[in-house]
């Protein structure tokens, strides 16, 4: 039983760590699942987890209601609730605070982390991308980007995972085109020392929005993910309100997480462009719906571990 990250694969934060560490913006999809391993079952049981994306979890999708603050205890028990050794999340916490993620921050007595300022404010992006309730009203133009291409392979495959991250697909050599227009593109690209330029328009010829949205992704493949997602979500009616907290806490973290795979493979097309029936619609009503469910359980179980984990402060203590 595993709780995968939600922001697996960002490094650290600008400014922190040394020369050459790879930047928060140089995100990167996970490497494909192997052939042999499982699809997630409908339990949500997705197998097991890094440290690093655990605790990245906990303050990225919990943690605001508290501050953005954890005591070192309340952290280790939340994570192995996921799985995950205390030394192993010891360690991760350590590389976050290298990374410009975590700064330690005493409360009460209690020795904890916070998560910094830059790592709030990517956090809430990310969390408002998953939670979104579908995609915003199109005006019919695209947005196109022309990267100037340097360096080594390397660089240009970060910069090709950012954009892809931030929904665009490549169209040509060095350039790119989405739907939206991404207010991350700018920092993104800056930060990886890539010059660009962009406008939105509308294409001329005979291709309609539709034909392209099909050239530019894979939509049939995209449909088929929705559909093995929806496969693996619980039910109607399961119950999931009446969970105790320490079971609705890893079961919510491992659905969320898999729904956030999706960013990476799908900008939120926008309905014009997408076939009659697109599966996603009704999968991400389902999984709001159930995320909602469990959340109750979960923040009580978050918040026990962050209360229980601080020393009591007064004449008692």
């Given at each position: 039983?595993?709780?995968?990250s ?28 192997p ?21 990245v ?9 508290h ?81 100037e ?24 050599a ?6 939206w227009?991404?207010?991350?593109l ?63 806490y ?14 990476f ?14 599966p ?6 389902r ?6 469910e ?24």
């Amino acid at each position: 039983m595993g709780c995968p990250s939600l922001w697996r694969g960002q490094g650290p934060l600008p400014g922190a760590g040394a020369p050459g560490l790879r930047d928060w913006t140089s995100l990167s999809p996970e490497p494909p699942d192997p052939p042999n391993r499982p699809r997630p079952s409908p339990t949500g049981d997705t197998g097991p987890v890094h440290a690093r994306s655990a605790v990245v979890d906990l303050y990225g999708d919990h943690l605001r209601e508290h501050g953005w603050w954890a005591p070192v205890a309340g952290v280790v028990r939340l994570t192995q609730a996921c799985g995950v050794t205390p030394a192993a999340t010891r360690t991760a916490v350590s590389r976050l605070v290298r990374e410009g993620w975590l700064a330690p921050r005493a409360v009460d007595g209690a020795r904890g982390y916070a998560a910094t300022a830059l790592a709030q404010d990517r956090l809430r992006r990310a969390h408002g991308r998953i939670y979104a309730t579908g995609p915003p009203a199109w005006d019919g133009r695209w947005h196109v980007v022309v990267v100037e291409h340097h360096g080594d392979r390397r660089r240009r495959d970060q910069v090709a995972a950012s954009l892809g991250y931030l929904g665009y697909a490549h169209l040509a050599a060095a350039t790119w085109v989405s739907p939206w227009s991404s207010p991350e593109l700018g920092a993104v690209l800056e930060a990886q020392g890539a010059g660009w330029t962009a406008w939105r328009g509308r294409p001329e010829g005979s291709r309609s929005p539709a034909e392209l949205a099909g050239r530019l992704w894979d939509l049939p493949g995209l449909a088929t993910a929705y559909e093995d997602f929806a496969r693996a979500l619980p039910p109607p009616g399961a119950g999931l309100a009446d969970l105790a907290p320490e079971t609705a806490y890893p079961l919510r973290t491992r659905l969320v997480h898999e729904w956030r795979k999706f960013l990476f493979r799908d900008p939120g097309l926008p309905e014009e462009v997408l076939p009659s029936g697109w599966p996603a619609t009704t999968v991400r009503a389902r999984l709001l719906s159930v995320a909602a469910e469990l959340a109750p359980a979960a923040s009580t179980f978050v918040g026990g571990a962050v209360r229980t984990a601080r020393p009591r402060v007064g004449p008692a203590a």
